[in-house]
Structure formats: C-alpha cells, structure tokens
C-alpha cells in the first residue's frame, strides 16, 4: 500500500513538473495555438479521449515529410519512438504516423473533436535536454495545411 501511494504521488509530481514546463514555454510566445469548431464528424479512435492530449512530430525521410502522432504522457519520447516504432492503437497508448500531408490528415481525421494536440519542434526538444534527431518543423504552407485541417476537425494546435 505504501509503495503505491508513493508511486502515485511521484507520478502526480512528474505530471506537476511536465505541466510547468509545458506553461513555461507556451507562456514564452514561443507556442501559437490553432483550434476551432466545426460540423464535421470524425471517426473515433477508441477510449483514449481525455487522456492528456497528443504530442505530433515531423521529420524528412529521403525528401519526404513523415509525421508521428503520439499519446501524450509524462514521458519524454525517444527518437526511435517517434521515428521508428510501429503504429499502435490501445486503450492506454496511441501512436499514428504517416508519410505526407494527406497521411497524417487521414490519421488526423480519427481523433475525437476538441482533443490537444502539441506539435513539438526541434528547438522544444534542445530545451528540453532531450535528443531531436531528425525532428523539424516544415515549411510554414505544410504547418498552415494540417493548422487548417485540424481548426476543421476542431482539433487544438499548439506549436512549441
């Protein structure tokens, strides 16, 4: 019972930290916040809504955009978690990606609406002491395209 208690309140900690970092930098102007209502009726993914949000990345493979969208979590995310590991769909865990705009809007499309989505830079991850690899933010027309498709789906971006 005890080493539960401590877990769960070392676990409250770790989120306590992640939300005060997080505050840091959006407070910074460094974050831009894209969101808005809309008609349409994505497909759910499952039970995961209300978990926290999704942390979504972007990197070039060969000339080509690649995008990864993650459950968000205390956690920070290696590389190849963001870069490598398998699309996986579970009640605790989402990861979905993509190759292209039109991907990562198809996978975009099942998210619920008014769910937070955090696009995090390369710069974020420097800050943050936490190896970017290959993370990078695209040209500003590819950022404005998936802004837009999620202001459609009345999904919420932020850019750190």
Not at 72 to 92: G, M, R
Not at 115 to 131: M, T
Request: hydrophobic share 40%; aromatic share 6%; with cysteine.
């Amino acid at each position: 019972m005890r080493k539960l208690m401590y877990q769960k309140s070392n676990m409250k900690l770790n989120i306590f930290v992640s939300l005060i970092m997080l505050l840091a930098i959006v407070n910074s102007g460094i974050g831009i916040t894209y969101s808005a209502q809309s008609s349409s009726s994505p497909t759910l993914i499952g039970p995961i809504k209300g978990k926290g949000g999704y942390e979504f990345y972007s990197w070039q493979t060969q000339g080509r955009w690649n995008f990864a969208l993650l459950s968000a979590t205390n956690i920070l995310k290696s590389v190849e978690q963001i870069t490598v590991s398998p699309d996986t769909v579970s009640e605790n865990y989402v990861k979905l990606s993509g190759q292209g705009i039109e991907a990562i809007k198809s996978q975009l499309n099942r998210l619920p609406r008014n769910e937070h989505i955090l696009w995090i830079s390369k710069l974020a991850r420097v800050q943050s002491l936490v190896d970017a690899g290959p993370i990078e933010m695209p040209s500003q027309p590819i950022i404005d395209a998936i802004a837009d498709h999620c202001k459609k789906l009345g999904l919420e971006l932020s850019l750190v």
